[in-house]
């Protein structure tokens, strides 16, 4: 091993913990907005090394902090990682790129198809560097095909998968999903995607390119509405509202009380049966319209109505509350402040109270991934643009600071 390479091997490993499952691993997230940064974030509270790579002016999503509210997203998908400036567009740059990438052992992109190619980063240039990258790519429809170069963000995505035909009701027009769902379930997938082939790379020693389309990664997740248009064909509803995507359960609805709604559902006959109870209708579980569930399907206008009738006299929390001590799934709809203030979440760990340095003290969420016996990593806030810039420039790289002065002054960082 040559002195560089021991010196970036000891760096190395004095910035993992080997209590974590990524212990040990370094990540170069080249990635912006939602997409590829969710998936670096998992993969930085599982203990890896993530550098987070921006331009000069900062990632797209940073540099919408003054345009109504994008710190929080930024520092919801950035804790953690270690970000560093690098003008890509300049010899000097690539240069320092492509050293990060000899150490580094993932690379995560979401750039439209060819980019990367055409800044001479792309996958077949940097495996020549480093035959074990696992270079992981999200696009909107993927690296081939024929919508390979169109422009995609989740709610063209939404429009593209079905979700927005599926969303709202039948007598009004389409609705996208209030959260970004296509994007944060293309960051899941590349996740997974990414740490297969990491898998694999422990028996073969080899790295692979491995993508993820967030037309792809959607689609699964409308199997009730497919399953619907299976049955029916054309006589197929669109929009369903807030019933069974596929109008195979009854009720399952949204349900007016004295202060919002509540959600109830009755996959089985039991379910009802213990809804009748709570009710104090129990007189009903031999009306033949309700014996059942395909009656009550049939008849889904009197279940709401049944329903509706006994919840509207309660406040939301008191439904709920009657209803989950009967094991009946059912939820108060919440604002977005009261799941912010979650107990559960902030029991669990889930979500925490950080002090940020640039918006005080802040909820923010911890990765949904719990590795049993290791606890969850101290959240540490998103840096600022080039906030590690001597930490992997100087100390990881070896880099002198007259070397980094020269590189700012001559615009490469």
Known sequence: M???QSAAHHAKEEQSNPQYPLSGITVIDLSHIYAGPYATFLMAMAGATVIKVEPLEGENLRSRGD???ADMPFAMLNSNKKPV???LKSEKGLVLFREMVARADILVENFAPGVTDRLGIGAADLHKINPRLIYGSSTGYGRSGPYRNYPAMDLVMQAMCGIMDSTGFADQPPVKSGAAMCDF????HLYAAVITALYERERTGKGRVVEISMQDANYASLASNFGMLHARGAAAPARTGNRH??????PY???ATTDGYVVLNAPNDHHFHAIL?????????TDPRFTSRATRVANMAAVDELVESWTKTLTKREVAQRMLKASVPCAEVRTLSEV?????MHARGSLQWVNHPKMGRVVLPHSPLVFEGTPRLPIEPNLPLGGSNNTIFSDWLGHTEAELAAYKSEGVI
Not at 340 to 344: I, Q, R, V
Request: hydrophobic share 35%; proline share 0%; glycine share 16%.
């Open 340 to 344: 912010m203030h979650d107990e559960n």
């Open 67 to 69: 345009m109504g509210g």
């Open 253 to 255: 609805n949204a349900y």
């Open 2 to 4: 040559s002195t560089d």
């Open 85 to 87: 400036t690098l003008n």
């Open 185 to 188: 379930s293309a960051g899941v």
């Open 245 to 250: 995507a596929g109008l195979g359960i009854s």
């Open 277 to 285: 109870e709570v009710m104090g209708r129990s007189d009903l579980k």
